[in-house]
């Protein structure tokens, strides 16, 4: 499932190919991905619009169109957008295909079919049961503590609800635990001081390198550059009992909230004083 840096990556690659660009057509074999409009109404809005910016909160992409509308993508599970002529021939789960300047293709390719799209004028009224983006200026170390402080659940929970923060996911989840030596299971408002500063600081280090990674594989290839929705290398194994990468016991996997915490217990020690 991409989470904030493959959309963040997704955003960097579309901005270059679509922005100034007019949307000149609309097909869909699933309108019910459409949560805002009827088929017809969507297409007739959406037709002759220019995209005008493209900005990301949390896992949401939105396209902001220059009459004011604005285009809300979520890519759920197995969303991948393509942007190509066209003249070539989709792939295999194109869902739906905006026409773009009529010689080229905005394609969402979705397997399960649970991504959506919406149009709206105010996309905030739509996100407002949304968290706050770690990676705005906003979401500062002070904003971290005070939201830690709100909810005792465990951290992996935590950093997992979208309500919360948004654009988290299992995998980055795992991976900001592991660097910041926090055991999944910890309650968020036990976390000390000098843990949320490390935790602040290492979600936004992890994010903003993994979207770089991912940024500079969409473009190694300077002819034809294409988002590619799998994820820079990980640190953490994604299977108990391989080695830990840093002191090489092995990686345990427990279930919280029915998700998956893949951590070393050595490495990341639950304060026993606080557990859940
Ligand atoms: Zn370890």
Not at 197 to 215: C, D, G, Y
Not at 221 to 245: H, I, M, T, Y
Request: aromatic residues 8%; hydrophobic residues 35%; contains cysteine.
């Amino acid at each position: 499932m991409p989470e904030l840096p493959e959309v963040e990556s997704l955003k960097n690659y579309l901005s270059g190919q679509v922005i100034g660009r007019t949307i000149t057509s609309f097909n869909s074999t699933w309108p019910k991905a459409i949560g805002s409009h009827s088929l017809s109404d969507f297409t007739e809005i959406i037709n002759q619009q220019v995209i005008s910016d493209i900005k990301r909160h949390g896992k949401y992409l939105v396209l902001q169109l220059l009459s004011g509308q604005n285009l809300l993508i979520h890519l759920r599970l197995t969303g991948h957008l393509d942007f190509t002529l066209n003249s070539t021939t989709p792939l295999r789960y194109t869902r739906h295909t905006f026409g773009v300047d009529n010689e080229f293709e905005m394609r969402l390719r979705d397997v399960r079919k649970f991504a959506t799209i919406s149009l709206t004028e105010n996309p905030m009224d739509m996100l407002k049961n949304i968290g706050k983006d770690p990676l705005n200026t906003l979401f500062t170390t002070a904003y971290l503590e005070e939201l830690l402080g709100n909810h005792d659940i465990p951290i992996k929970s935590f950093l997992l609800n979208q309500s919360i923060i948004a654009g988290i996911g299992n995998i980055y989840s795992d991976e900001i635990l592991f660097a910041s030596k926090i055991h999944p299971s910890t309650p968020s408002s036990s976390i000390p001081k000098t843990m949320v500063k490390i935790l602040h600081k290492t979600m936004k280090t992890i994010l903003i390198n993994a979207t770089e990674s991912l940024t500079t594989q969409i473009f190694r290839d300077q002819e034809q550059p294409e988002w590619n929705a799998s994820s820079p290398s990980f640190v953490v194994p994604r299977k108990a009992g391989l080695p830990c990468p840093q002191c090489k016991k092995p990686i345990e996997k427990i279930t919280l909230g029915g998700r998956s915490a893949y951590f070393c217990a050595p490495c990341q020690p639950i304060n026993e004083s606080a557990h859940c």
